[in-house]
């Protein structure tokens, strides 16, 4: 994610020279330690749900180990080129070992020098979910209820260290599994799901089926749909990971935070659950089907003011939540610059300037900035980051949340070049969904449908694409203009349905 | 705007039979009259305008009198007839007098006895602005600079009394004009705006050319368009507009509120503010073009929600900030109801039932409500509005903050069956887009191109297609289902600009 954490606010208002101090900064600041005893483990008021997803043993031995996707079954020769800022060599799972599920195709490559590894990670995986009341012993139904299970990507874009990205993409659907726990029955069950759970999940005894309490006609009540509680099962997962990312960064187990993008396949339908800045769009007979957005300073702007203006606290003596068009300068006090506050589109020059506090949101595009400080407004971790020269924290205007689109696979007659494509910012940065979309036709087109490698070859040509080739001193598009020198990432998910190369 | 707000919670949380009390009750409550001495003029920090905008006499003189639009030149028997629940005979300007600006459609009918009069307001207007530069003075520019009119459409549904209404009908667009009175040579400069603006309007003096301060190159600079100073200046209206109303609420000269749904034209550009649940569109070749959305409990659920959740004094110890899909019974505490917070778009049953406080936001469709009480989340007025049986504020939940969509009128060619329809919730309660696209084709296509009567033929149309006729002790639709018993009014605005017809 490249420029998108700056070491922040040298000077919060410049005075003459002094603006570029910022922006030419190289290097991204480690997440700060807390004091000894300063942390806390974050509330989450009534969740009273304690099954603790433990972090993997290996996390625990290497705190800052680097490491890739262990799909790509890196020697470690391999591992040592995949870490390699001046070859970037593109990397894919190995055409003759194991594929990956649902013939997904992928290809990643490391930066040019902004981070010392490569900061993105990614998972692809088939998770069983066995039902919670299976596994308290309550349940003696036939077996097919008992559990089913669901198909999931994962790219995690991580800034400010490798930790978080890692983590989440290690025990995010695991999280996910976990709270889809509670509803294998009621997703294979045509019926209205019932409003009512059962008490105290995974404690054994409680969770009979006369518990779960059916909707009652006689009261007006909103529609529950199965998608809606899927959906509300993948948004409790992203902040049952954000919260163990908050216990467990004691110690630096986990470091900086990520954006993190994510599909599960279940029952039919594609979700996919967006926190970030990466992007999935899928590509269907030509036609571009956006299934995520992005999540910035700029997108999110009346969020992160209207949170300033509600908990001024927040902001310190630092920042002013309302816009403005440029920095303001010291003589320009008394003057009424235009501004916009967390209600407004539009601009004005209503109000007077009366202080020099910094803007909550700042700059443009990729150059946006929370605080002057991270460029992106949801994901994972970041529970360290700080204002730089300040204790200010910034966790408080990020989101974990992400927003979730559904795709229903059975809608459509899918071909063999209708696919679902997931790349970080490093992909998008220097592309387009246009762009994209063409080289899908391009690609395809050149290998047979059935084919089980002409998706990762896609990945390929579209991560080869985002980096273009080393020449005049960078790395540089066919037009010349500079290439994607962040990490980047993609996966391509085909749409006709699991492959029959899975194993 | 039936149905919108009503009397509220007899009993918070039901117990047994007692659900339907509340959406029987056919009354609408008045808006409660704080205790002497209770009155405060709300802040509004840093606003240094000054521009204080007098209420017209006639509202000082009679508070609470019966109005119509002025343009419908009612007789007093003219003015009984509008008023007559029994005949609800649809109302449009006189064909013998002066037509509408812009060759504009009108047509309204009152509400089939849901209040005592009709709390719809309509407003069309010609507006000239004069330049604040040269109001006080300093500008000796050439004259074509010193001002400019706009055309004006403005709907207003009333709620709990029309006072809110008939003052905004009133008075909002001359706060527009006041606001883009700073506006007047920069509007008309082909150069980008400048970023600050005299200080301390209207005084003379200090609102010299040379105080208008030049982008700076050097400094990086968000894009402020033309466009966007107008919306700017849309929005302080609207805020100015209800900050006038808090403070002339005293002595019962506003009752209750309004829905506020206005057009500006200006400079080649149609504005369309809204805020509420009247709605705009275009219909342009037979395609429809939607130029507002509406602002319910439902479409703002995770706004009230986050208001709630970061400010929970405003929620007094009777509502609590989560949604659940319908009310909770007594016998469900310790349970997992399924609910929503103010992160979520899909349903969970995370977190165990612990208390019976009633959900800020509930209900579906027309019956949403927040704290039980209003169906509309935007507009203006309503500073007096209480939760029934409590101390409890609403206003605080709702903003008077306009969505404002720009639509350029030079970029296609217009034909004369081309339109920009507005609608109260009257209209759009018991039709929908296509329904009233189909009316436009109808209607227009019986009438010359040039009859000036078509466009208030097509209102009077669109309002009789939603009221029905008198069959089966109601009214009825052509399908028999019953139609609108709440204030409809509508304007057709013809995008062919306007018409020889003005005078």
Same mark, same amino acid.
């Given at each position: 994610?490249?420029?998108?954490?700056?070491?922040?606010?040298?000077?919060?208002?410049?005075?003459?020279?002094?603006?570029?101090?910022?922006?030419?900064?190289?290097?991204?600041?480690?997440?700060?330690?807390?004091?000894?005893?300063?942390?806390?483990?974050?509330?989450?008021?009534?969740?009273?749900?304690?099954?603790?997803?433990?972090?993997?043993?290996?996390?625990?031995?290497?705190?800052?180990?680097?490491?890739?996707?262990?799909?790509?079954?890196?020697?470690?020769?391999?591992?040592?080129?995949?870490?390699?800022?001046?070859?970037?060599?593109?990397?894919?799972?190995?055409?003759?070992?194991?594929?990956?599920?649902?013939?997904?195709?992928?290809?990643?490559?490391?930066?040019?020098?902004?981070?010392?590894?490569?900061?993105?990670?990614?998972?692809?995986?088939?998770?069983?979910?066995?039902?919670?009341?299976?596994?308290?012993?309550?349940?003696?139904?036939?077996?097919?209820?008992?559990?089913?299970?669901?198909?999931?990507?994962?790219?995690?874009?991580?800034?400010?260290?490798?930790?978080?990205?890692?983590?989440?993409?290690?025990?995010?659907?695991?999280?996910? &599994? @976990?709270?889809?726990?509670? !509803? =294998? #029955?009621?997703?294979?069950?045509? +019926?209205?799901?019932?409003?009512? %759970?059962?008490?105290?999940?995974?404690?054994?005894?409680?969770?009979?089926?006369?518990?779960?309490?059916?909707?009652?006609?006689?009261?007006?009540?909103?529609?529950?749909?199965?998608?809606?509680?899927?959906?509300?099962?993948?948004?409790?997962?992203?902040?049952?990971?954000?919260?163990?990312?908050? &216990? @467990?960064?004691?110690?630096? !187990? =986990? #470091?900086?935070?990520?954006?993190? +993008?994510?599909?599960?396949?279940? %029952?039919?339908?594609?979700?996919?659950?967006?926190?970030?800045?990466?992007?999935?769009?899928?590509?269907?007979?030509?036609?571009?089907?956006?299934?995520?957005?992005?999540?910035?300073?700029?997108?999110?702007?009346?969020?992160?003011?209207?949170?300033?203006?509600?908990?001024?606290?927040?902001?310190?003596? @630092?920042?002013?939540?309302?816009?403005?068009?440029?920095?303001?300068?010291?003589?320009?006090?008394?003057?009424?610059?235009?501004?916009?506050?967390?209600?407004?589109?539009?601009?004005?020059?209503?109000?007077?300037?009366?202080?020099?506090?910094?803007?909550?949101?700042?700059?443009?595009?990729?150059?946006?900035?929370?605080?002057?400080?991270?460029?992106?407004?949801?994901?994972?971790?970041?529970?360290?980051?700080?204002?730089?020269?300040?204790?200010?924290?910034?966790?408080?205007?990020?989101?974990?949340?992400?927003?979730?689109?559904?795709?229903?696979?059975?809608?459509?007659?899918?071909?063999?070049?209708?696919?679902?494509?997931?790349?970080?910012?490093?992909?998008?940065?220097?592309?387009?969904?246009?762009?994209?979309?063409?080289?899908?036709?391009?690609?395809?087109?050149?290998?047979?449908?059935?084919?089980?490698?002409?998706?990762?070859?896609?990945?390929?040509?579209?991560?080869?694409?985002?980096?273009?080739?080393?020449?005049?001193?960078?790395?540089?598009?066919?037009?010349?203009?500079?290439?994607?020198?962040?990490?980047?990432?993609?996966?391509?998910?085909?749409?006709?349905?699991?492959?029959?190369?899975?194993?």
């Amino acid at each position: 994610m490249l420029n998108r954490v700056r070491s922040a606010v040298a000077h919060l208002v410049s005075s003459s020279g002094t603006s570029s101090q910022r922006s030419k900064s190289p290097d991204l600041p480690k997440a700060i330690s807390p004091p000894p005893g300063a942390l806390e483990t974050p509330k989450s008021p009534g969740t009273k749900s304690g099954n603790e997803i433990p972090a993997p043993q290996k996390t625990a031995e290497t705190p800052v180990s680097f490491s890739r996707p262990t799909f790509l079954q890196l020697s470690p020769g391999g591992l040592r080129r995949a870490d390699d800022h001046v070859g970037r060599a593109v990397q894919s799972p190995p055409d003759t070992g194991r594929r990956l599920p649902w013939s997904t195709g992928y290809a990643e490559v490391i930066n040019a020098g902004k981070s010392r590894h490569n900061e993105d990670q990614a998972c692809c995986e088939v998770v069983y979910v066995e039902s919670r009341r299976s596994i308290t012993g309550v349940s003696r139904e036939p077996s097919h209820n008992q559990g089913f299970s669901f198909y999931y990507w994962g790219l995690f874009d991580g800034h400010a260290g490798g930790g978080a990205a890692e983590m989440a993409s290690r025990l995010l659907h695991r999280h996910i &599994r @976990e709270q889809l726990k509670d !509803l =294998v #029955e009621i997703l294979q069950d045509p +019926l209205p799901p019932p409003l009512c %759970l059962p008490s105290t999940p995974g404690t054994p005894g409680v969770s009979s089926p006369s518990q779960l309490v059916s909707p009652q006609s006689w009261s007006p009540q909103k529609e529950v749909t199965h998608d809606s509680l899927v959906v509300g099962a993948i948004e409790n997962a992203f902040q049952l990971m954000d919260e163990q990312m908050a &216990r @467990e960064r004691r110690g630096h !187990l =986990v #470091e900086g935070g990520c954006c993190a +993008l994510v599909v599960v396949y279940l %029952l039919g339908k594609m979700y996919v659950a967006n926190a970030g800045d990466s992007r999935a769009i899928i590509v269907r007979n030509g036609e571009i089907i956006p299934m995520s957005r992005e999540f910035t300073p700029e997108t999110e702007r009346q969020r992160l003011q209207l949170l300033g203006f509600l908990k001024p606290e927040l902001l310190g003596s @630092e920042f002013t939540h309302l816009e403005f068009p440029r920095r303001v300068q010291p003589k320009e006090l008394g003057q009424r610059m235009l501004y916009r506050d967390q209600n407004m589109t539009g601009w004005s020059g209503r109000i007077e300037l009366e202080d020099l506090r910094f803007p909550l949101v700042c700059g443009e595009g990729k150059k946006a900035r929370v605080m002057a400080t991270i460029g992106v407004t949801r994901g994972l971790g970041d529970h360290n980051l700080k204002v730089c020269s300040s204790t200010l924290p910034i966790k408080p205007f990020l989101s974990c949340f992400p927003e979730v689109r559904v795709y229903d696979l059975t809608q459509y007659e899918h071909c063999p070049d209708d696919v679902l494509v997931l790349g970080t910012d490093g992909l998008w940065d220097v592309t387009n969904d246009s762009e994209v979309a063409a080289t899908v036709d391009r690609v395809l087109s050149t290998y047979e449908p059935n084919d089980p490698s002409r998706y990762t070859a896609l990945a390929q040509a579209l991560v080869l694409g985002a980096r273009g080739i080393p020449r005049d001193r960078g790395w540089r598009l066919p037009n010349n203009k500079l290439g994607s020198g962040d990490d980047i990432s993609v996966f391509v998910i085909p749409l006709g349905g699991p492959g029959s190369s899975y194993s």
